[in-house]
């Protein structure tokens, strides 16, 4: 028992977070349960139901009725079939099981990422690190009916594996994430940053072991989904050819795209500003021998977003887990800073999840 102690901070930072975050949308539904936008309001479990907005809503259309329309597979299956596997053993409405999925991969997320700062920099800083990382104002899309969580629980399971020399285990996790959220295989660069690290780059030496297969098994899941395209839909590619659908070019908008074609809507903006935190924590994992394994994925990922993302920056730019790492590091020498930043993350995250749980556009 005593061999899982560490567990019980991240635990601690997991309850806290999910009945703060649940008691917020329940109470501020209940007191005004106008919605911005017309959609099912879900009222009847609040708490729930006002963490089931937008995306989450094609998700429970894909699990109850497959990918009826060609620009669904763009959500890719693993979150849906798991939402739908709970519906059934539990009875809960396809949203609110979705939301339970992601609150249970959300518990595994912060553990397992908690572990991994655990094992690079030791406790003060990987209890910084989470604060920070909980406390993000796009962090309650960890809790909300999203594969968000299914990607840092994976990354972050695949990379305490790859530290732990277990690369093959951490491949096929990392593959399971990328049928969550196809993102997710960013953090393949970070697996392949693991192996050099243990072997060297020598082209020999590095590809006569077998733990090079775990770097191929992402690519091998993403396979396995177009291979079920291409039987059922007969377009193996239809999650990218049909990317736009539905959707419009904007929802693949990069940095680069700011200002053209209209003005963008404040939120957006909003996106950008806070996006530069885990952007700054990324360019800052290069500067300690030890972090550098992680910056791969963290530096891939924030390009990957600010280059496509744009309309989905917050919730990816949370997802950015390996950069609240160096931003722990500063913050456990600075305790007179660490609070402040967490309580103010933590007032712009009710804020954001005020809006989207009434249905505002935060997406």
Known sequence: MNRLRWAAFPLAVFVFTRVALLAFTSVSLRVDPRLHFEGPALLDVPSLGGLCRWDCLYYA????????????TNFFPLFPLLGKGLALLTGLSMPHALVVVANLAGLGALVAVYRVFLELDGEEVARSALLLFAA?????????GYPESLMVLTSAGAMLLALRGRHVAAGAVLGLGVLARHLTIVAGLSLLAAQVRERGAAPRRFLSSLAVLGLALPFV???LYMLYLGQTRGEPLAWWTHR???????????LGDLGRGGALPLEVHLYVLFSLVPGVGAVLLLRQARWRVLAPFALGLMLTIWTVGLAGLGRYAASCWPAFLPLGAWAAR????????????????????????????IN
Request: net charge neutral; charged share 10%.
């Open 61 to 72: 259309n894909i699990a109850l009725h497959g990918y009826r329309e060609l620009f669904w």
């Open 136 to 144: 993000f104002p796009f962090a309650f899309f960890q809790a909300a």
């Open 221 to 223: 899941f993403v396979g």
């Open 244 to 254: 736009e659908e539905g959707w419009g070019k904007f929802a693949w908008a990069g």
């Open 334 to 361: 600075r305790p007179g800073v660490l609070m402040p930043a967490v309580l103010a993350g933590a007032l712009l995250q009710g804020l954001f999840l005020y809006l989207y749980a009434h249905w505002y556009n």
